[in-house]
């Protein structure tokens, strides 16, 4: 369970000051689980409703939905009351709803707090930023980290490295094809289906498909869109490309990091450097067991380095620093976290000792705040998987 999380939420859902909690992120990383067990916590009056699997959903179901939730709290109406909506991008013009609802309530004195579940970023923060502005205050969720993993089902390092963060497929780990077979129908699948191809217009599905299959094998690796559209033997267009890899993104299932400048339309410019947001992901494009990853030490190492920028990603949605990667030539750091004013540089290191010649040439160029080596002479990786990257600024 993730714990900070779920204290946050409680917090916020019991103080008296009324505002729409937004609650989103990639599927199965526990939002519903989390509001369900604070339901059950605080033994508020509540009703619980979700959009997920209701075919061509509209408003009329929201506006329903939330005239229901009205009718139960006349039956207490000094008392709080908490209306729960989850999946809720999946409703046409939601927020515009939720706008006229939240407001009728608001003038009519009504106390009826509202909580909003969804696993698409992209649609979530659009109907926020149209219709919502000042009404709400919202916490992504982000895929489970080391800690979360290790306290919940005492995974080990090399099983995360392996299996990633996500807590549905933690007792399939000793069965490598069973897993693979989960994570690929029931996450993956559920995810480009039900919160992308339904969501959003994509006119060439098999090639969204086919980018998050190849993008995740290169996971930690930096490709140009050209060199991806000759793997994907595509002649599309690169722009479409481009939207369909901000889709994914979206989605919590991969993303490009933009190599750092210092000038922002040169970032936007840059190649992008492959990352998914689950080592999971990357993973169940091989066939390899984790004894047979292990061994290929070159694989091994790959993994690694996407487990680094995984937890990175991850904990970059929650706390707000931005991530990215640097090279010029052959010299490359890893990656570079900028918070505020300050930056940090970060290279990855899983096997033996060398001497890291872009750190040097990045340190004279930028002067950051602070650089580590994350591994083989440096942070070893326990330590790293158990930080919050965020203690990094504070050197």
């Given at each position: 369970?993730?714990?900070?999380?779920?204290?946050?939420?409680?917090?916020?859902?019991?103080?008296?000051r009324?505002?729409?909690?937004?609650?989103?992120?990639?599927?199965?990383?526990?939002?519903?689980?989390i509001?369900?067990?604070?339901?059950?916590?605080?033994?508020?009056?509540?009703?619980?409703?979700?959009?997920?699997?209701?075919?061509?959903?509209?408003?009329?179901?929201?506006?329903?939905?939330?005239?229901?939730?009205?009718?139960?709290?006349?039956?207490?109406?000094?008392?709080?009351?908490?209306?729960?909506?989850?999946?809720?991008?999946?409703?046409?013009?939601?927020?515009?709803?939720?706008?006229?609802?939240?407001?009728?309530?608001?003038?009519?004195?009504?106390?009826?707090?509202?909580?909003?579940?969804?696993?698409s970023?992209?649609?979530?923060?659009?109907?926020?930023?149209?219709?919502?502005?000042?009404?709400?205050?919202?916490?992504?969720?982000?895929?489970?980290?080391?800690?979360?993993?290790?306290?919940?089902?005492?995974?080990?390092?090399?099983?995360?490295?392996?299996?990633?963060?996500?807590?549905?497929?933690?007792?399939?780990?000793?069965?490598?094809?069973?897993?693979?077979?989960?994570?690929?129908?029931?996450?993956?699948?559920?995810?480009?289906?039900?919160?992308?191809?339904m969501?959003?217009?994509?006119?060439?599905?098999?090639?969204?498909?086919?980018?998050?299959?190849?993008?995740?094998?290169?996971?930690?690796?930096?490709?140009?869109?050209?060199?991806?559209?000759?793997?994907?033997?595509?002649?599309?267009?690169?722009?479409?490309?481009?939207?369909?890899?901000?889709?994914?993104?979206s989605?919590?299932?991969?993303?490009?990091?933009?190599?750092?400048?210092?000038?922002?339309?040169?970032?936007?410019?840059?190649?992008?450097?492959?990352?998914?947001?689950?080592?999971?992901?990357?993973?169940?494009?091989?066939?390899?067991?984790?004894?047979?990853?292990?061994?290929d030490?070159?694989?091994?190492?790959?993994?690694?380095?996407s487990?680094?920028?995984?937890?990175?990603?991850?904990?970059?949605?929650?706390?707000?620093?931005?991530?990215?990667?640097?090279?010029?030539?052959?010299?490359?750091?890893?990656?570079?976290l900028?918070y505020?004013?300050?930056?940090?540089?970060?290279?990855?290191?899983?096997?033996?000792?060398?001497?890291?010649?872009?750190?040097?040439?990045?340190?004279?160029?930028f002067?950051?705040?602070?650089?580590?080596?994350?591994?083989?002479?440096?942070?070893?990786?326990?330590?790293?998987?158990?930080?919050?990257?965020m203690?990094?600024?504070?050197?």
């Open positions: 369970m993730k714990r900070t999380v779920y204290k946050v939420v409680k917090k916020r859902l019991e103080e008296p009324k505002f729409i909690q937004v609650l989103f992120g990639p599927r199965q990383v526990g939002k519903t689980t509001v369900t067990q604070l339901l059950d916590e605080l033994n508020v009056p509540h009703l619980f409703a979700t959009a997920d699997d209701i075919a061509g959903i509209d408003t009329e179901w929201l506006r329903t939905t939330w005239n229901r939730a009205r009718l139960e709290h006349q039956k207490n109406p000094s008392a709080d009351f908490l209306l729960v909506i989850d999946e809720v991008q999946k409703v046409q013009n939601w927020s515009e709803v939720v706008k006229k609802e939240w407001d009728n309530d608001t003038l009519n004195h009504r106390p009826i707090k509202v909580a909003l579940l969804g696993s970023s992209l649609l979530i923060q659009k109907g926020l930023s149209e219709s919502l502005a000042g009404r709400f205050e919202q916490i992504y969720i982000t895929h489970w980290s080391f800690t979360e993993m290790r306290e919940a089902f005492g995974t080990s390092l090399d099983q995360y490295i392996m299996y990633g963060g996500y807590p549905g497929a933690a007792e399939l780990m000793d069965d490598t094809q069973r897993w693979r077979n989960y994570i690929r129908q029931s996450l993956v699948e559920a995810t480009l289906s039900k919160d992308i191809l969501l959003t217009q994509v006119n060439k599905p098999v090639l969204l498909r086919r980018l998050f299959d190849i993008g995740s094998s290169f996971s930690a690796q930096i490709l140009s869109l050209n060199k991806i559209q000759g793997e994907l033997q595509e002649k599309g267009n690169l722009t479409t490309l481009g939207g369909y890899l901000n889709l994914l993104n989605a919590g299932l991969l993303c490009g990091l933009s190599k750092y400048s210092g000038n922002v339309i040169q970032q936007r410019a840059s190649k992008p450097k492959l990352q998914v947001h689950n080592n999971a992901l990357m993973t169940i494009q091989s066939q390899k067991s984790l004894d047979e990853a292990k061994a030490t070159a694989y091994w190492g790959r993994l690694t380095e487990a680094v920028g995984a937890h990175l990603l991850n904990f970059s949605k929650s706390e707000g620093f931005e991530l990215y990667y640097w090279n010029e030539n052959s010299k490359e750091v890893d990656f570079v900028k505020g004013e300050k930056v940090v540089a970060l290279e990855v290191k899983s096997g033996t000792h060398s001497f890291n010649e872009g750190m040097a040439v990045f340190n004279r160029l002067s950051p705040s602070a650089s580590f080596v994350i591994g083989t002479d440096g942070i070893p990786f326990e330590d790293f998987f158990t930080t919050n990257p203690d990094f600024f504070k050197i």
